[in-house]
């Protein structure tokens, strides 16, 4: 049962625009959250990430956001460079000490 | 910031053979690894937790006698797929988790098996 949901497989964005790039959960418990990004055969590396006592965490270009309420979280990358293209992963824990629980990936790719 | 080494990064084996898939955290003390494993375009998903010096913790449909996880030091825990067959290839992960570091958990490079 997936509890973490990337719906958009993939995202096209332009050099210079934002990305925006969104994760809905299931499980209340989750009070931790992540974004990693992957290139092909390669680990995650990670991002960003946001407990649940902050809606907003930002990291130079990049921000996530968090809806509790509705379970919703968002990456905003701007601005988008070519470099950023990968697949990037939501993820999501109970608390430290628990296993992350990973979407399935949203493929980014910036064009110049 | 912490650092976790997985090897091989690639691998090739026959069918019925064993493959055994390391992973070290070099500058902390992971008292918790997981392992996760990957299909194409699907997502990381949890195999097993494993706590030095205890025994792993399975997820619902993973053999433990088929991936046999030993966490044996709070730097070095390892994952062997034991009589694998082709439809085991896969890009298995590796992670650690730094209490001491924010970003709490780390993963390894990965490693691609293929069963032939």
């Given at each position: 049962d997936q509890q973490v949901k990337q719906n958009s497989p993939s995202l096209s964005v332009q050099e210079g625009r934002i990305?925006?790039?969104?994760?809905?959960?299931?499980?209340?418990?989750?009070?931790?959250?992540?974004?990693?990004?992957?290139?092909?055969?390669?680990g995650p590396t990670f991002l960003i990430s946001i407990s649940s006592i902050?809606?907003?965490?930002?990291?130079?270009?990049?921000?996530?956001?968090?809806n509790k309420s509705a379970k919703h979280l968002s990456l905003h990358i701007v601005p988008s460079q070519p470099g950023d293209s990968a697949?990037?992963?939501?993820?999501?824990?109970?608390?430290?000490?628990?296993a992350l629980n990973f979407g399935k990936g949203?493929?980014?790719l910036v064009t110049p | 910031g912490a650092v976790v080494s997985?090897?091989?990064?690639?691998?090739?084996c026959k069918s019925g053979t064993s493959?055994?898939?390391e992973c070290r955290s070099l500058d902390f003390q992971a008292t918790t690894m997981f392992w996760y494993r990957q299909f194409p375009k699907q997502s990381l998903m949890l195999m097993a937790t494993s706590n030095e010096g205890s025994k792993a913790t399975y997820e619902q449909g993973v053999e433990k006698d088929k991936f046999l996880i030993n966490h044996a030091s709070?730097?070095?825990?390892?994952?062997?797929?034991?009589?694998?067959?082709?439809?085991?290839?896969s890009f298995y992960i590796c992670?650690?988790?730094?209490r001491a570091n924010s970003e709490g958990y780390t993963f390894g490079s990965g490693t691609r098996l293929t069963v032939v």
């Open positions: 990305s925006i790039l969104n994760c809905d959960y299931t499980n209340s418990m989750f009070d931790y959250f992540l974004w990693y990004k992957k290139y092909p055969a390669e902050k809606d907003k965490n930002e990291d130079g270009r990049f921000t996530v956001f968090l697949v990037y992963f939501c993820a999501a824990s109970r608390n430290s000490g628990y949203t493929s980014l | 997985q090897h091989p990064s690639r691998v090739i493959v055994k898939i709070l730097t070095l825990s390892t994952l062997t797929v034991t009589s694998a067959h082709p439809e085991d290839s992670s650690a988790q730094d």
